[in-house]
Structures are given as structure tokens and as C-alpha cells.
């Protein structure tokens, strides 16, 4: 078990070292440079900064050195914990992310917990109520909103229920300059933003949840014991909810986690649709003045959130089920 579970540690080491040689390749391999970088606007060479100040400045960060020699550096300053400075915000990058981090984890957070108990739920009715009305209704919008990219869905969100009927607002984390009267209502205020990007996220994850606890609980419902619960004339919320779902919960545990890696790439286009002060966002600020810097550094807590979830999973479900050790 021990020999397994090092063997498993390494496969994911080895995975993160790929992963983070491409992140360091990746961003040189754009065209531009942080002092030299396409307008978005005009589709023209930008150039904020003489040549003089461009080599000085490329020669302090070691911007001037062979592509070997930087990545030498850049695997020295990681195993020393140093993700390093970002080029145009001035900060360590660690400080820049850890201000941005707490935005993305809470709709993360809520959109993994939601989706996955709204999936559950209606999972476990479809498959008790299998090819009846509501299986089949259930079945059909689950597929069609699964195959819809995330940021339409908030786009269609945005146009409906911020822009035409104004019932939340059209961007941001909380409103700006804004002078609350007490604590209460700054959380409210952060809550009427974050609901748009929260139940974006939750509705594309929710076809998931429902697909797996359907399967399930079709599954478990076959077998004898669940034939024993119906012939004792037990309630149908009973039988499914006590008896079935705890016997169908394994797969869905495991799912939880993966599905917590996966959200917060999901996370990265639902921020920017929303315009949400999330890391996300701050991925695509940096990759439009080409921060190698602070690129690297987005990228490898993407890269880590989605190893770790991966593994942890991966781990609960050996515990789970001993059949799988």
C-alpha cells in the first residue's frame, strides 16, 4: 500500500515538473514582450519604454540571459519557495495572487457545494423516476446545458438578469467607493455580486452531478436491499435519500474534488465575463502586458490546486472502498 502510494506521489511530481517546464516556456512563446506588447485596442506595437530603459530593465530580471539560464533560475527560485516579481504590478507575485485568491476560492467554494447538492438531489429523483416525465425532462435539460461553454452561460446571465431586468449588478466584487453602515450589509453587497458568477458555475457543473448520481442510484437500486426497503413499505424519500444515496455516495465524493480543480479553470472565463476581482481576471491583466512573471505564477496554483484535488481524491476513494487497494 505504502510502495503504491509513493509510486502515485511520484507520478504526480513528475506531472507537476512537465507542467511547470511549460509554464515557463509558454509565456516567452507570445509575441511581445512586458516593455515591448500588442495594443489590444489598435492591433499596433506598443512601446512604453526607450531602448535604453527596455535592456536595463531586461537585464535586472534576467530577461537578457539564454532561455536555459533563465529556467535554471526559475526552478532554483521555486524550490526555494520564491515564485517571484511581478515585472508590471511591482509586487512579489505571491502577495498579488494571495489579495486575489479569496475572491475565486468563495465562489469556487459555493458553486461546487451547490451544484453538487442541487445534482444529488435531482439525480436521485431521475433514477427513482427512471424513464418516467421527470426523467426524461431532467435527462434532456442536463445534456443541453452541459454542452454550453461557461461564458455564454454567463453572457445569457448577464444580458437577462443584470442588464435587462437589473436584479444584480453588471461587474465587480462590491461597489465601488461605497460607504456601508455596517458590516452586514458589506457582505451583502459582496454576496448580490458574487451570485451571477456563482450560479454560472454552478450550472455548468451541475450536469455532471446529476449524470453520476443518476448512474449511481440506478445502480444501487437494483440491488436486494434496496428490494427489502420497498417491500417493508418504506417512504420514497427514505429509501432514496437513506438508503440508497449512502450506498451511491463514492463516486460522487471523489467527483467533489476533482471538480474543485477543475472550477477554478472554469473560474479563470466566468471572472472575466463578470468582470469579478479574481484571479482570473488577474490572468488575463497579466497576460495582456505579458508578465512572465505573474503568468508563471497563475498558472502554477491552477497546476497544483488541480494535482492536489486529484490526489486527495484520489486518496478518499481507496479509503472509501477497500476493493480498490
Excluded: C
Amino acid at each position: 500500500m505504502r510502495k503504491r502510494m509513493l509510486a502515485k506521489i511520484s507520478e504526480y511530481l513528475m506531472t507537476l515538473l512537465v507542467i511547470i517546464t511549460l509554464n515557463f516556456f509558454i509565456p516567452r512563446l507570445m509575441p511581445g514582450d512586458p516593455f515591448t506588447f500588442l495594443s489590444s485596442d489598435e492591433g499596433q506595437v506598443t512601446v512604453t519604454y526607450s531602448e535604453e530603459q527596455i535592456a536595463k530593465y531586461k537585464a535586472y530580471y534576467g530577461l537578457d540571459k539564454p532561455i536555459l539560464v533563465q529556467y535554471t533560475s526559475y526552478i532554483s527560485n521555486l524550490l526555494r519557495g520564491n515564485i517571484g516579481y511581478s515585472i508590471y504590478y511591482n509586487d512579489h507575485v505571491s502577495t498579488i495572487i494571495g489579495k486575489r485568491i479569496r475572491w475565486t476560492i468563495s465562489i469556487v467554494i459555493a458553486a461546487i457545494v451547490i451544484s453538487s447538492l442541487t445534482g444529488i438531489v435531482l439525480g436521485s429523483l431521475s433514477a427513482w423516476n427512471r424513464n418516467g416525465v421527470l426523467d426524461k425532462g431532467l435527462y434532456t435539460l442536463m445534456m443541453t446545458l452541459s454542452e454550453i461553454p461557461a461564458f455564454l452561460i454567463g453572457i445569457g446571465f448577464l444580458f437577462i438578469l443584470a442588464a435587462k431586468l437589473g436584479w444584480f449588478p453588471l461587474a465587480g466584487g462590491m461597489k465601488s467607493f461605497a460607504n456601508y453602515s455596517s458590516f452586514a450589509d458589506r457582505i451583502m453587497d459582496i454576496l448580490h455580486h458574487a451570485f451571477l458568477p456563482v450560479l454560472t458555475l454552478s450550472v455548468v457543473r451541475l450536469g455532471e452531478f446529476y449524470l453520476l448520481a443518476r448512474n449511481s442510484m440506478i445502480s444501487v437500486l437494483t440491488k436486494d436491499y434496496m428490494r427489502t426497503a420497498r417491500a417493508k413499505g418504506l417512504g420514497k424519500m427514505r429509501i432514496i435519500f437513506r438508503h440508497g444515496l449512502k450506498n451511491a455516495m463514492l463516486p460522487i465524493v471523489t467527483r467533489v474534488f476533482l471538480s474543485l480543480g477543475a472550477l477554478f479553470g472554469g473560474a479563470i472565463l466566468v471572472e472575466n465575463v463578470f468582470h469579478y476581482p479574481g484571479v482570473g481576471r488577474l490572468m488575463r491583466e497579466a497576460v495582456m502586458v505579458r508578465d512572465y512573471v505573474l503568468v508563471q505564477g497563475i498558472f502554477l496554483l491552477v497546476a497544483i490546486t488541480v494535482l492536489t484535488m486529484n490526489l486527495i481524491a484520489d486518496i478518499i476513494y481507496r479509503r472509501l472502498d477497500p476493493r480498490v487497494s
